[in-house]
């Protein structure tokens, strides 16, 4: 199975900063990358897939980049509705598998 | 507009059996795979199960094979999830959600349902 780690596991930013979540697969998934975005009690939603794309509806503070084994999810500007839980998943292979998760929290 | 609506869940004792459903609407159900998608308690996200658009394909993850299995019924736009030899540790809130693209696996869940909780304990 292909293993996600993420990195960090939490993050304290301020309202306006840019920040930076890492995630990186036990193996080369090319671009087969996504991530999510979860707030306490509700169900993911899909932020970003392939890598880089940006899924209907996601502001675009939002952006992906990387492939291989090593991606990232940069929001440009926080804003107070983006403190949460972000997921990445690999879409390369069953099983799918998840990252640990980053919780992202206001400082 | 897309909806997934999961129940089902509940209180359960170890061993036992329990049937989960979703019930789709605002879009071909019959056209997309679905996936079976789990969270424990105050943990991260477990992929569980996916069944192709036709029911022809069924995948599963390690901790579940065996004990699990994830069905479909177009013709009712429902989606099930039989689990079976239920564990303390399958205790979690299930979700139920839609592969990203028509007809092709892409591994990308999209819309996700609110979830139901499973409890394993005696």
């Known amino acids: 199975d292909i293993q996600m780690t993420q990195s960090p596991s939490s993050l304290s930013a301020s309202v306006g900063d840019r920040v930076t979540i890492t995630c990186r697969a036990s193996q080369s998934i090319s671009s087969y990358l996504n991530w999510y975005q979860q707030k306490p009690g509700k169900a993911p939603k899909l932020l970003i897939y392939g890598a880089s794309s940006l899924q209907s509806g996601v502001p675009s503070r939002f952006s992906g980049s990387g492939s291989g084994t090593d991606c990232t999810l940069t929001i440009s500007s926080l804003q107070p509705e983006d403190f949460a839980t972000y997921y990445c998943q690999q879409s390369y292979s069953t099983p799918y598998t998840f990252g640990q998760g980053t919780k992202l929290e206001i400082k | 507009q897309v909806q997934l609506v999961e129940s089902g869940g509940g209180v359960v004792q170890p061993g036992r059996s329990l049937r989960l459903s979703c019930a789709a609407s605002g879009f071909t159900f019959s056209s997309y795979a679905m996936h079976w998608v789990r969270q424990a308690p105050g943990k991260g996200l477990e992929w569980v199960a996916l069944?192709?658009?036709?029911?022809?394909?069924?995948y599963y993850a390690d901790s579940v094979k065996g004990r699990f299995t994830i069905s479909r019924d177009n013709s009712k736009d429902t989606l099930y999830l039989q689990m079976n030899s239920l564990r303390a540790e399958d205790t979690a809130v299930f979700y139920c959600a839609r592969d990203r693209d028509i007809v092709v696996v892409t591994g990308i869940p999209d819309y996700w349902g609110q979830g139901t909780l499973v409890t394993v304990s005696s």
């Open positions: 069944i192709s658009y036709d029911g022809s394909n069924k």
